[in-house]
């Protein structure tokens, strides 16, 4: 049989209770207000696009350097 200390419980719910008794009301994240999704202008999102494309082709070429590092002639 397991041992059970004085802190466990029996539901995952009551395991946390203490912190709401620790933290205070306004650092809960229940306590803070809820923004949603912003739109996004144009040249926001195609400067996200090209960082897209960036991380793409940096990926591309360092395994294409790796492959070529491990595939080199002595």
Known sequence: MKNK?????SSPH??????HDVLEPDQLA??????????????TLLLLWV??????????LISFQVWKAFHAKP
């Open 14 to 19: 009551d395991n946390h209770a203490w912190v």
């Open 51 to 60: 960082l897209r494309i960036y991380v793409l082709l940096m990926i591309f």
């Open 5 to 9: 200390d004085a802190t466990s419980s």
């Open 30 to 43: 229940a306590a803070k207000p809820q923004f949603g999704l912003r739109k996004l202008g144009a040249g």
